[in-house]
């Protein structure tokens, strides 16, 4: 109560008026026609109805439900009371025992957002109402003030009842005329769209837009990941976020309130142009948060949902706490999927270049055979040799019978061990080289490493997978070309003592190579 001194005289007691503008207001959140629709087909989810059914047109938008309907004491005291909670006494619905997911009480005015005139027909209990609110009627009222502004509660609406006939079942009617969409016109798959992702579907609830059912989206998922947590201020969560198969167009994880979806999907910080693969357009999924009902918080407690429904207030201690947790859990499934694909992409390669590791060595092999008889037991090689006493095996060098031969003394005899490693490498399809026998492997040695290493002692070639250019050659589709030219450029380095005839060798190889391979793609276009 005020203090009041004796020199103060009571007036009449104040009370706010509102102008009839204030439509104009409640009505701009609802701008969008698929979200102003959407809203009116939440009314009829809220009053029991198993069917909505919604016709757009040029010039009207109907939409029809076959809920519980209204009847006078209703629209009176509910319907006509503005930003009323009333609605969520009702704690569940009694056909279907559904939690109301209306709660701002001014849903009921979204028509508004795109049409000047909202009528309403209902059905209840056997007796019919009627009325409409024209906002061009309601603003034509009695004015007051310096701007002589009509005011909402002294514009009254004509107001009828009327006596069902066949055509008027139970539930609500609502009709939309002069509509202000700019000389628009509603496309039936965007409002479709809208729904299956805003509102609850099911067989219990069924919704047609110009004869056709909206369905909830259906994503082909390689795996689900079930979100099932107690946070601290905020109580449990729960729902599951899919791994898609395919790219999604909106990808991203939707957050529900009363089973409802609240603004986009999100990734809650995420930076999903960061993320390798683009992980991020395979991820979405449904997350019901019952924490941010308005009913959950305490009285005059700050809404975590904005009025408009469209979003959340970040800023809110609840909606932080929900955010960080959605942020961790989505950073190591980004993680994860990126891992797998890193897996998958180096088995790819490793594969591919397995592949190409045979072939190059047949090839190489065969060129080797033409140039350099083979060599049986017992025989030797003769030739120049390196400084270090390495033997050159250039065109000059002669391979004789097994037993020593020339007046040059005896030549230097191929071991037992190195001859049966000849044979194996041979019979296996592996390299020989300069009468040389290699086994080629994959060697993982570092990016800043060459792409191919030989290390004649051991009879080895390590094709380094770890090189950048293996990566490319798959995207590419040339890693056999890749691997030739790693692995011939090395031998032809080892082979040759001058650049020249590197040069010279590595021409005549890759020839060689070039010829093999345009046979076999003529065999293979053959056989297609």
Known sequence: ????????????????????????????????????IAELVVNGYDADANSVVIDTGRERIVISDNGSGMDEQDIREVYMFLASGQKRVVRRTPIYHRLPIGSKGIGKLAGLGIARRMEVRTTKNARGYSFAVD??????????????????????????????????????VVTLSRLRMGGGTVDPKRVMAYIARDIPL???????????????????????VPVVETLPNLGEIRGEILIAKK??????????????????????????????????????????????????????????????????????????????????????????????YDDRREAEKRAKVDDAIKQVGEDLSAFDKLRNPPVGAGAQVTGARSENGDLYSRPTVSVVGRQPQGRSGPKRRIPPDTWESIQATLESGRLRFGNVPYVIKQQNLGEEFEECEVRREQHLILVNT???????????????????????????????????????????MVRFHASRVKTRIERAEAVD
Request: glycine share 8%.
């Open 247 to 340: 790219r999604l167009p909106n990808p991203g994880v939707s957050t529900s309130v009363r089973n409802r979806v609240v603004g986009d999907p999100k990734f809650f910080g995420i930076k999903t142009s960061s993320l390798r693969y683009n992980v991020g357009d395979l991820i979405t999924g449904l997350i019901e948060v019952p924490g941010f009902d308005p009913e959950e918080g305490g009285e005059g407690e700050l809404a975590v949902i904005t009025a408009d429904r469209e979003r959340f207030v970040e800023t809110h201690p609840k909606y932080i706490v929900y955010a960080e947790y959605m942020t961790t859990v989505l950073s190591k499934i980004c993680r994860d999927l990126e891992k797998e």
């Open 135 to 172: 906002l061009d009627e309601l603003k034509g009222g009695r004015g007051i003030g310096k701007l002589n502004e009509a005011i909402l509660d002294r514009s009254p609406m004509e107001f009828f009842e009327f006596t069902p006939g066949k055509n008027d079942s139970p539930g609500t």
């Open 1 to 36: 109560m005020i203090q009041v001194t004796s020199r103060e005289r009571r007036l009449k007691d104040l009370k706010f008026m509102v102008a009839a503008k204030i439509l104009d207001e409640i009505s701009g959140l609802y701008s969008r026609y698929e979200k102003a």
């Open 466 to 508: 770890d090189h950048p250019s293996y990566e490319m050659a798959v995207r590419e589709k040339c890693v056999e070309i890749v691997v030739f030219r790693a692995v011939a450029g090395k031998l032809a380095a080892e082979e040759s003592r001058s650049a020249a005839e590197m040069c010279e060798r590595l021409d005549e």
């Open 202 to 224: 099911g067989p219990t609830f069924r919704v047609t837009v110009n004869g056709q059912a909206c369905k909830p989206t259906s994503i082909d998922a390689k795996r689900r």
